[in-house]
Each structure stands twice: as structure tokens, then as C-alpha cells.
């Protein structure tokens, strides 16, 4: 008896075993895509948790700072003229939890995880972290004439502690842009964490630092003796 139903041929059924050279090329496309994408998601993540783990320093460094402000009738750690003097760091080893001796290996707090161009045979000294101290709040044009917390009238838009090249001098000494077209200081998404007085950090590119009024002459040379309203 003849079956009602159609015979399938075995070359009918090996042919539909594999994929089209089109079928092929399209999901390797979407493959390739589905990559791509993933790469930039993971990179991306791993950026943000760079400068969340930056913004957690400079906010522990903050919070030092407050503390020996209350320690020391408002005083600013002070910013020595030698490299291996008693530095802003070293000053605030007692908050910080390290001992106050340079020849240490670089606390942890004093090191940016986005920091590219240093290896770590570089963070041999307290001295040489990648964040630096506005000079001009810490000592004013190198005299003794330094200034108090309660010296500061507009805490939230006067920078205290930010984002550094990391060189064994400007990160020893102050914070400042005379050279604001170094690469190595926009090292978040082109951008860097800044830390003000008044205790929270705000991240900017450079536009926006420009913007705000941060490059104006009389500012960026030394520092910022007292902050910008924004």
C-alpha cells in the first residue's frame, strides 16, 4: 500500500544539514557584533570602577584633611621646600593609617588605580602618589603664611586635593595646571576627580574645568586661594 505521506529523498536531508555561506556570514556578523559590544560594556566598567576607586581616595584624603583641621585650630598640612621633609602626606599618616616615613612603599590611598604610565616599582617612597595638594591653601607662594578653614569662603568650588601627573615633585609639593595640556592628569574618560574643601568630589573634563572659570590666570598658575562659585 502506498503511503499517504511524501517519501523524503536523503539528498533532501543532507541538505539541509549545514549552514548557507550567507547563513554563515550573517551570524558571524552578529558574533562579532555581540563582541564588540561586550569589549566596550567591559572596558567601560572597568573605567567607572577606576575613578570610583580614585574618588574613594581623595575622599579618604579629604577626610584626613578635616580631621587635622580639627586637630590643629584649622591650620592646612603644611608643604615643605625638600622632598623629604615632613609633607602634606606624610602629615597626614596619623588619618590615614601608615607610618610617617617616606622611604615607605606608597600607601595605597596615595595611588590611582588609572594611572597608566608608572609601574609599580615606581610607588617606592610615602612621597610618590599621583594626587597632589593646591599649594596656594597649604602654603601660600612658599611663605608662612598659610591659611585656615575658616579662611575659606566658598569651600565648595575651592579645590583642595585632585588628580596628578604623579612626578616625585609636583605630587611632594601642590596641585596646579601649568601645563593643563598633559595627558597623563585627564586619565578618567578625559577627565579628573577633583576634591574640595568642603569635602565631596566632583569629576570634570576639561571643557568643563574651563568653563567654570578654573583657567583664568590668575588661578591656574598656583592654585586657588579661594574657590569659584558655580
Given at each position: 500500500?502506498?503511503?499517504?505521506?511524501?517519501?523524503?529523498?536523503?539528498?533532501?536531508?543532507?541538505?539541509?544539514?549545514?549552514?548557507?555561506?550567507?547563513?554563515?556570514?550573517?551570524?558571524?556578523?552578529?558574533?562579532?557584533?555581540?563582541?564588540?559590544?561586550?569589549?566596550?560594556?567591559?572596558?567601560?566598567?572597568?573605567?567607572?570602577?577606576?575613578?570610583?576607586?580614585c574618588r574613594s581616595n581623595i575622599q579618604q584624603m579629604l577626610r584626613a584633611v578635616s580631621l587635622y583641621n580639627i586637630d590643629n585650630q584649622g591650620d592646612f598640612p603644611s608643604m615643605k621646600s625638600n622632598a623629604y621633609g615632613d609633607t602634606w602626606q606624610i602629615q597626614l599618616e596619623k588619618y590615614l593609617g601608615f607610618e610617617a616615613n617616606p622611604q615607605l612603599s606608597t600607601p595605597r590611598v596615595f595611588q590611582c588605580p588609572?594611572?597608566?604610565?608608572?609601574?609599580?616599582?615606581?610607588?617606592?617612597?610615602?612621597?610618590?602618589?599621583?594626587?597632589?595638594?593646591?599649594?596656594?591653601?597649604?602654603?601660600?607662594?612658599?611663605?608662612?603664611?598659610?591659611?585656615?578653614?575658616?579662611?575659606?569662603?566658598?569651600?565648595?568650588?575651592?579645590?583642595?586635593?585632585?588628580?596628578?601627573?604623579?612626578?616625585?615633585?609636583?605630587?611632594?609639593?601642590?596641585?596646579?595646571?601649568?601645563?593643563?595640556?598633559?595627558?597623563?592628569?585627564?586619565?578618567?574618560?578625559?577627565?579628573?576627580?577633583?576634591?574640595?574643601?568642603?569635602?565631596?568630589?566632583?569629576?570634570?573634563?576639561?571643557?568643563?574645568?574651563?568653563?567654570?572659570?578654573?583657567?583664568?590666570?590668575?588661578?591656574?598658575?598656583?592654585?586657588?586661594?579661594?574657590?569659584?562659585?558655580?
Amino acid at each position: 500500500m502506498k503511503s499517504p505521506y511524501p517519501q523524503i529523498k536523503n539528498e533532501d536531508v543532507n541538505a539541509r544539514k549545514g549552514f548557507t555561506l550567507i547563513e554563515m556570514l550573517v551570524v558571524i556578523a552578529i558574533i562579532s557584533f555581540l563582541v564588540s559590544m561586550i569589549s566596550v560594556a567591559v572596558k567601560k566598567g572597568m573605567a567607572t570602577g577606576k575613578s570610583t576607586a580614585c574618588r574613594s581616595n581623595i575622599q579618604q584624603m579629604l577626610r584626613a584633611v578635616s580631621l587635622y583641621n580639627i586637630d590643629n585650630q584649622g591650620d592646612f598640612p603644611s608643604m615643605k621646600s625638600n622632598a623629604y621633609g615632613d609633607t602634606w602626606q606624610i602629615q597626614l599618616e596619623k588619618y590615614l593609617g601608615f607610618e610617617a616615613n617616606p622611604q615607605l612603599s606608597t600607601p595605597r590611598v596615595f595611588q590611582c588605580p588609572a594611572q597608566r604610565w608608572k609601574s609599580p616599582e615606581n610607588y617606592n617612597s610615602v612621597l610618590k602618589g599621583d594626587y597632589g595638594i593646591n599649594r596656594r591653601l597649604v602654603n601660600i607662594f612658599e611663605t608662612t603664611d598659610y591659611l585656615k578653614i575658616s579662611d575659606i569662603q566658598h569651600p565648595m568650588s575651592t579645590i583642595l586635593i585632585a588628580d596628578e601627573t604623579g612626578s616625585w615633585q609636583r605630587d611632594i609639593y601642590y596641585y596646579d595646571f601649568d601645563d593643563p595640556t598633559e595627558s597623563q592628569r585627564w586619565r578618567h574618560s578625559d577627565g579628573i576627580n577633583f576634591g574640595f574643601v568642603d569635602g565631596h568630589v566632583k569629576w570634570m573634563n576639561f571643557d568643563t574645568f574651563k568653563r567654570l572659570g578654573y583657567l583664568v590666570p590668575d588661578n591656574w598658575r598656583y592654585g586657588w586661594r579661594d574657590g569659584l562659585i558655580y
